[in-house]
């Protein structure tokens, strides 16, 4: 039998021999072992990209679907149907234009919500009329039907996490909701005259809340001066 040879021509005992052998095995194996990416096939936590990529498909799914089904809601006056979507604790706040006004606009709890939809001879303030400057004083149920104006948008052109709509009006609903998902549904305009300035969009902002996802908002958008 050959014997292994060290540096100094001396023979390497049998037992050495062997944990070399043994070594070299177990280098071997470890070579073929996958090991956890960041970003690859495998997260830093061990959980799959193939599994982080369904969660959030069926996260998006869940709030198209609700997104739907509440511009269905909106569309048809069936805003009573609204409140089991308005999120538990935050409640529900519109926002007239793509600027959230934190400390005026209204936002309303599931059972005020429900309350001023019976009580509609009662009255708000939502804001202020882009370019004329005037209030805009109404009930609940009316600025759900002229302002928010559902019935003009189709949910084939929904987009998910995507703004469509932009005009010289700031946009600052990331910031606002930062953790929140939305959808928004875009008019592009039907008027020539106004070489696509008509346009309107409705954004339906969404967060989560002990699993499942909540309507948090509605924010409104067109083109301001």
Not at 32 to 61: D, H, I, L, R
Not at 65 to 83: F, M, P, R, S, W
């Amino acid at each position: 039998m050959t014997q292994l040879i060290n540096s100094h021509n001396q023979a390497i005992p049998k037992t050495t021999s062997k944990l070399l052998g043994v070594l070299a095995t177990c280098l071997l194996i470890s070579a073929c072992m996958p090991s956890a990416t960041v970003g690859g096939q495998t997260g830093s936590n061990n959980v799959p990209a193939t599994t982080q990529n369904s969660s959030e498909q069926s996260k998006q799914t869940q709030i198209l679907q609700q997104a739907k089904q509440i511009q269905g809601y909106l569309a048809t006056d069936n805003y009573q149907a609204l409140t089991p979507y308005i999120h538990p604790t935050k409640g529900v706040r519109f926002s007239m234009y793509a600027y959230v006004q934190q400390e005026t606009d209204k936002v309303f709890s599931r059972e005020q919500f429900a309350t001023y939809l019976q009580q509609s001879r009662i009255k708000f303030t939502w804001g202020t009329k882009d370019g004329i400057g005037d209030l805009h004083i109404t009930t609940l149920p009316d600025f759900l039907d002229s302002w928010v104006a559902a019935e003009q948008y189709d949910f084939k052109g929904a987009t998910f996490n995507k703004f469509q709509g932009s005009g010289n009006s700031l946009n600052n609903l990331k910031e606002v909701y930062p953790n929140a998902d939305f959808v928004e549904f875009y008019h592009s305009g039907k008027n020539p005259e106004y070489a696509g300035i008509d346009w309107r969009s409705m954004r339906l902002v969404f967060e989560e809340y002990q699993g499942k996802y909540y309507l948090v908002a509605i924010v409104n958008d067109q083109w301001t001066v």
